[in-house]
């Protein structure tokens, strides 16, 4: 059974969305909900509100009360599936990892004191789950399922890079979580995610600006010198890439920022966003030059005019 089937028999036919879903959007008719352990009820992932539900025999829907005094003892042994082959029709191998990894994103829930990440994860545990086990499944030497040890670096670093920002380092400390591993697993998915999840370039700068406190004008103006210059540095990061281009953009236009300030308030990575920044300096530095250069003609002083 789907769990969406699951679902559907759980809260009954009469189940009406509180916050008026559509039907295609509400995480509890379409089986994204999960167990809180505080209230002792299912939640929604979409709206975050408690599910009710509707606890019935289903033993009730199987005969008419007329056939059930006529039909005389059912033939027990024609329809018999043991307990055990019943679980093996549904707990396939993936589905079984699945639910372990629902389970766990239900726990890091609990565990990360990022209260944005933590909500993220509870409205996108499908999606993330998704993503994970199409990584695992590639078999790719940093995703390989190699144990439950790996589990919570896995789950945040894809639930990160879906986000398009970079885990807490404290926070995952914190945690007792790997912060090496689990930053090294989201710079992997930044460089050969998915194409349908390429990271978004306006919403990136968006996001880091304000992390560096700039205006929504000083950060439209960077992104579009960005994207007029299309510089090519040698990190392989692109939000570290974003956060070194945005410094440097501040320094331009007198906004005071300094790199370690930019790169404690982003939780962008240390030597790669210096190295960035060193290398979009004379990126643009070379840049300045070679408009600054006079030309005659389209050629520059000192070429031979001959």
């Known amino acids: 059974m789907s769990e969406k089937n699951k679902s559907a028999d759980m809260l009954g036919l009469n189940f009406e969305c509180h916050e008026d879903y559509p039907d295609e959007e509400c995480g509890a008719i379409n089986g994204d909900v999960y167990f809180s352990d505080e209230t002792g009820k299912y939640v929604c992932t979409a709206c975050l509100g408690p599910i009710e539900m509707e606890m019935y025999d289903l033993r009730e829907d199987l005969y008419d009360e007329e056939d059930d005094q006529d039909a005389g003892a059912m033939d027990e042994d024609a329809n018999f599936v043991a307990e055990g082959d019943r679980s093996m029709l549904d707990f396939t191998p993936d589905f079984t990892k699945r639910v372990d990894r629902e389970n766990s994103i239900i726990e890091l829930i609990d565990l990360i004191q990022d209260d944005k990440l933590t909500l993220f994860m509870a409205m996108n545990q499908q999606e993330i789950i998704d993503v994970l086990r199409e990584q695992e499944q590639s078999d790719h030497p940093m995703f390989r399922d190699t144990g439950p040890q790996r589990l919570p670096p896995k789950i945040v670093a894809v639930a990160s890079y879906l986000r398009n920002i970079p885990p807490n380092r404290s926070a995952l400390t914190k945690a007792g979580i790997n912060a090496t591993t689990t930053l090294n697993m989201y710079n992997y998915l ?66 005071k920022l300094t790199q370690k300030e930019a790169i404690e308030k982003t939780n962008a990575g240390r030597n790669s966003t210096r190295k960035v920044i060193k290398e979009y300096t004379e990126f643009l530095s070379n840049l300045k030059v070679t408009k600054e250069t006079p030309t005659v003609h389209g050629l520059k002083k000192g070429d031979d005019l001959e």
């Open 190 to 255: 930044q460089r050969v995610g998915r194409p349908d999840l390429e990271p978004k370039i306006e919403m990136t700068f968006l996001s880091v600006g304000k992390q560096l406190g700039m205006e929504e004008s000083l950060i439209r103006s960077a992104l579009e010198e960005y994207e007029t210059s299309r510089p090519t540095p040698s990190i392989t990061s692109f939000y570290d890439r974003v956060v070194g281009w945005l410094f440097v953009m501040a320094r331009k236009y007198g906004f």
